[in-house]
């Protein structure tokens, strides 16, 4: 389940890419270590355009999952889509992009570690987008900060391709690489765009880095 990954471009590559009509981000640093409950860059769809947003990582939990907790971290990576909680967000108004330039699975070692391996289409790490959903909702996140709204975001997973299933076999995030699937997920009725749910090609990704919290190569604007 990835759960660390990076965006190590600039926000105008972002804005070109993804078509952003307007960025609310501000001056927008370079994130070489984003975790659940960051809040990151993602682009969604508004009436007036595609907006670049700064939510928090993690979609609310299922209701199930929380009759034993006080707060909600949330979900970070979002794979049952014919779930009832899911098919609420899955129309064009709560859908995302998430912009990244690698992302990690932990590697499980004979003596019990289990560093990150960092996953990139090169060693350049070039921009790619997430294919992801989004919401603002009000709930307990931390129990030290109460009752608070957000921007929540989580992406879709979908079974490893080659590279990724050799050091965590069950999942990757789905991965959207040219504008032409950044608008399908954006604009497609959902029967359409959740085609776009499938592993990357067998070799299309490769192991960057490996060990570090944070990915550090590729620091550019």
Same mark, same amino acid.
């Given at each position: ?25 501000g ?8 975790? !659940? @409950?960051? $809040?990151? &860059?993602v /682009? ?13 990582? *993690? ?33 064009i ?10 992302f ?5 070692? !004979? @003596?019990? $570690?289990? &560093?990150? /391996?960092?996953?990139a289409?090169d ?8 294919? *992801? ?43 959207l ?11 497609a &009725? ?17 192991i ?12 550019t604007?």
């Amino acid at each position: 389940m990835c759960n660390l990954y990076s965006l190590t471009k600039g926000q105008q590559a972002i804005r070109e890419l993804a078509r952003v009509m307007r960025d609310r981000t501000g001056n927008l640093p370079l994130m070489p270590g984003i975790y !659940p @409950d960051y $809040r990151a &860059p993602v /682009v969604c769809n508004q009436p007036e355009g595609r907006e670049l947003i700064l939510a928090r990582w *993690g979609m609310p939990s299922p209701k199930t999952a929380l009759k034993t907790r006080n707060a909600d971290s949330g979900v970070t990576n979002i794979r049952n889509v014919k779930s009832p909680h899911w098919r609420r967000w899955l129309g064009i108004e709560h859908r995302c992009v998430v912009p990244s330039t690698s992302f990690s699975e932990n590697e499980a070692l !004979p @003596d019990g $570690r289990k &560093p990150p /391996v960092w996953f990139a289409f090169d060693e350049t790490r070039p921009l790619a987008f997430f294919a *992801g959903l989004w919401t603002n909702w009000t709930s307990v996140r931390k129990v030290k900060e109460g009752e608070t709204t957000n921007d929540l975001f989580g992406f879709l997973t979908t079974e490893a391709n080659k590279e990724v299933g050799v050091i965590h076999p069950k999942a990757m995030p789905v991965i959207l690489t040219t504008q032409d699937e950044i608008d399908l997920w954006m604009t497609a &009725p959902a029967e359409d765009a959740l085609k776009l749910q499938r592993p990357l090609a067998d070799g299309a990704l490769r192991i960057v880095a490996r060990g570090g919290k944070e990915d550090e190569g590729g620091l550019t604007v």
